[in-house]
Each structure stands twice: as C-alpha cells, then as structure tokens.
C-alpha cells in the first residue's frame, strides 16, 4: 500500500508539472525589414587639413535587411516572460555582417530579455531585465532617453487618473580595464572600479479627459571611470582605454561638452568617485479642443563635472570644465482633417556662450530620439543609412507638416519641411580642432553643431502603401540644404583647415512585413 501510494503521488506530481506547463502560452511577435536606399548623406564633399586633402568617397547605394523577433511565454495576466532578439542589420554583400558569398554571419543579438510579474491583490506591476526604456515625452520624442537598458521598472495604478512609476536602470557597469583616456595606467587591479552608471527616475502619470501630463525626474551617478573602456557600435574592443559610443547613442557627445574638447585624452584626473546626473521634464498634451491637438515637452538636465581639460585657442590655453547643463523646449500643434492632418512643430534648446571655462549650456543626455523629421531625425524608418539617436541640444527649429494626407485608399503621404538654426555662440568655434568639426556629431548619435550663424533646411516626403494588413511598402525622399556658414568655421583655430559643404539627400525603399 505504502509503494502504490508513493506512486499514485509521482503520477500527480508529473501530471501536476506536464499541466503547468502547458498553461504556458507562447506568443510570438516580429519584424522583417528590407531596405533599399541610394543617398549622400554626408553634408561636407572635400576637406583639408595643412596639405592633406580629402574627398567624400562614400556608397551611394545600400541594400539591407533585419529581423526582429520577440517570443512571450505568458502564465497569466500576473506573469510572463519576454526575450527580443534582432539579426542584422545586414548590407548586402558585406562579409562581417553576414551579407557576403555564404552568409554566414554571427550576427543574431539580445535586444530584450525581461519578466513582467504583479504583486498579488495589487496593481502594482514589475518589470525586471534588459528592456525598452522611453522617458515621458511629448512632441519630437524623448530629449532625454529612449533605448534598451538593463534594469528594473515598477508601476502602481493609484486609480483612473494617476499612476506613479519608478526605475532604476544600469546603463553601464564592469567595462573599465584599468586604462584611461590619457593613457595613465590605472593598473590591473583597478579594473571595474568606479566604473558604473545609474539611473533612478519616478514618473507620475496623470490622465484627464482631454489633458495628459507626466511630470517626471531621473538623477544619477556616474562613476569617474564609467566612461573609460566601452566597446564601439562595430563590436570591436576599445583595448587602450578609449571611449566609444555604444549601440545606441554616443555618450561621450551627449554628457560631455564635445566638441569644444580637442582631444578628449586631454581631460584630467578627478577625485571624485561619482558624479550627479539630473534631469527633469514636464510634458503634456492637450486633446479636448479636438479636432485640435497641442502637446509641449519642457525639459532640463545637468552633468556635473568630472575632470578639466585644455581648450585651445589660437595656440592659447584655456583651462575648462567638463560640466554640462542646459534646458530645451518642444512643441506641436496639428489640426485633424478628414484628408490629412496638417500641422506646425518647434523647439529651442540653450546653446554654448561661448566660454569653455565654465562648462557647456547644452542640456546633456543619454540616447535623445528627435522623432520630428525623418531624414535628420528618427522618424519613419532612419535604420537604412543611420540608426542612431539625434539631439536637439543646442539647437533651435520650425517645422511645418502635412501628416498622414490620403487620396487613395491604403496610400498615406506625410510632408515636412523644418529649418534647423543654432544656438551656440559663434566664440566656440575658435575652441574646435578644425574648420570642420561642427560635422562630427553628424551620424555618430548627436546632430551637427550650428552656431547662430548657421542653418540646415530639410525636406521630407514619405509614402507609405499598406499591399497586406501585415505588409507595407514605404518610400522616403528627402533632402537637406545647407547653410553652414563658412566665413565663421573659418575660425576655427586649432588647426590649419578648410572645407566644401554640400547639400545631402537620400531616396529610400522599405518592405515591412510585421506580426
């Protein structure tokens, strides 16, 4: 008796494990994307510098393609898991991207892996991994950050109208190998010290009829070598110590006060172990005038300093600061008609006065998404020629559009065109290494520097054909003037430089299959 009951109970304990299992239910979502472009991208044709002479030489043709897959293994409403993966992005033909004769790249990535759980008898939900993380925005997308992150997310519903969200994230810990900018040997054993980046962040969402707000604030610490040690986007190991940016944005211009540093292996030791981070925003959005919509996002941010390091100009040597604050303002209003939605967009963001000594006046960020535009901004489907992340900082813009017009049924048109002006002081160019340095951030993570004496004229046109309720094909034009003046680089006196701008433009294919 004993012997049958003790199998009677294995018998229930696998039938108990073979029934929870298969409660399980496995969902699966994902993306393929096809693209097509031909562009120049590049606002600069020729460069010089002393007698070295350069001349953009870059493909003006790109096929690629990528593959998002998402599996959720879902318990119940109270639990589930989540793992991301992408493949690619792949340029056809290229060898280390697994897009040669054979194919056969290691290129598949984790992108998210996280657990959503709920505490029971409350509506407080937790998210815990690597996940999507986008501060509260309104108009243009997040200034500050919108990526994947490693950290932990927890959402309380208070009632209908207020909930409150708190976040602790850890963008970047263990990469310092005990090697520094400037080339002072740490030693071995320093490796991983001081080396974290933490973010902490509580949200509160408010919800009315008519009228959403989140006022919001994220402070961090960063450690005095967080910074040091950070693979490129390309994979490749920083080895000595240098700072590259990371898949999505590019820190080192988006903190630091770049590019008025020449040389960043010229930035000083500090005693401090850490250092605060600070941001905070209020956005909000207005809907009951509808078929009016008005939405505003007003935002700040401060870096504290964390080192100083020699601006140089007409060979004189200016001591400066490596701390970085400012604010930036977005706005959007557009009006709902039958055959589109036409609308009028704006930002102004706090630019550099023109003294490195004390700091830069752009407001600092993580992995800011401008969304506005299209071609300069993240907007539409920016993965074919540049998956990055565009800043506002120190920058001022007008924008008119023409959003979703429809003549024929399943065929969308959107139509912007938005001028870019600068904010900075025109003093700061004598701070730069060469006439041309107001480009570096073009296509890296951040936007182009312009001075007050500069713009940029963009035009978008995109087409978007819905052939499947799963399967779009989109078609982007766009352009770019240019308006950087060349009588105030000229100025720039690190260097014995010069350069021939161009307008850039871009005409670009998709075919989206999504499920």
């Given amino acids: 008796m004993k012997k049958l009951c003790t199998l009677l109970l294995a018998a229930g304990l696998v039938f108990g494990a073979a029934t929870g299992a298969s409660a399980i239910d496995f969902q699966a ?12 991208t590049n606002l600069i044709h020729k460069t010089r510098v002393g007698d070295k002479k350069s001349t953009n030489m870059e493909s003006q043709f790109d096929a690629v393609q990528r593959v998002r897959l998402q599996l959720d293994a879902v318990a119940s409403e109270s639990l589930s898991g989540t793992v991301y993966f992408e ?8 060898a280390d991207q697994g897009g040669a004769l054979g194919a056969d790249g290691k290129i598949i990535k984790l992108k998210r892996a996280y657990i959503d759980w709920m505490v029971p008898d409350t509506t407080l939900n937790v998210r815990m991994g690597i996940q999507g993380v986008t501060l509260p925005n309104a108009a243009g997308g997040s200034a500050i950050m919108d990526t994947d992150v490693a950290g932990i997310t927890a959402n309380y519903k208070v009632n209908d109208n207020v909930s409150i969200t708190a976040l602790w994230a850890r963008p970047l810990n263990d990469n310092f190998d005990g090697n520094r900018w400037n080339g ?3 030693g071995s054993t320093r490796a991983g010290y001081l080396d974290n980046l933490d973010l902490f962040s509580l949200m509160v969402p408010l919800t009315f009829d008519g009228f959403e707000v989140t006022p919001w604030a994220m402070l961090g610490m960063k450690g005095a070598n967080s910074m040091e040690g950070i693979e490129d986007w390309q994979g490749r190991s920083s080895g000595d110590g240098e700072v590259f940016n990371t898949s999505d944005g590019n820190l080192p211009y988006s903190l630091y006060p770049y590019p008025g540093i020449n040389d960043r292996m010229n930035i000083g030791g500090t005693s401090k172990g850490y250092g605060t981070l600070f941001w905070a925003g209020l956005p909000f959005t207005i809907t009951a005038f509808d078929p009016l919509n008005i939405e505003v996002d007003l935002n700040y941010g401060y870096s504290e300093p964390m080192g100083r390091y020699d601006a140089i100009k007409m060979g004189a040597v200016k001591r400066s600061s490596t701390e970085r604050q400012g604010w930036l303002a977005k706005a959007l209003v557009e009006y709902k008609m ?12 706090s630019g550099d006065d023109g003294n490195p000594k004390n700091g830069s006046e752009r407001m600092p960020s993580i992995v800011p998404m401008g969304t506005f535009t299209s071609f300069m901004g993240d907007g539409n489907y920016g993965w074919v020629w540049n998956d990055y992340a565009l800043d506002y900082a120190g920058t001022w813009g007008i924008g008119l559009q023409l959003r979703d017009m429809t003549f024929v049924e399943d065929l969308t048109h959107t139509f912007r065109v938005a001028y870019w002006g600068g904010t900075n002081s025109t003093g700061m160019v004598k701070y730069m290494e060469n006439s041309f340095a107001w480009v570096d951030g073009w296509g890296t993570g951040t936007s182009p520097y312009l001075t007050t004496n500069d713009g940029l004229l963009e035009f978008n046109l995109v087409n978007n054909y819905k052939m499947y309720e799963n399967f779009d094909i989109n078609l982007e034009l766009g352009y770019i003037a240019n308006f950087m003046d060349n009588d105030t680089w000229k100025k720039a006196g690190a260097r014995d430089s ?7 433009w871009k005409a670009q294919l998709v075919f989206a299959y999504s499920f």
């Fill in 87 to 94: 493949i690619g992005n792949t340029n056809w033909g290229r």
């Fill in 498 to 504: 010069s350069f021939q701008k161009q307008d850039a």
């Fill in 184 to 186: 002072r040997q740490a």
């Fill in 338 to 349: 039958d055959w589109g939605v036409p609308g009028i967009f704006g930002w102004y963001g």
């Fill in 29 to 40: 979502k994902g993306q393929w994307l096809m693209g097509f472009t031909a562009e120049d």
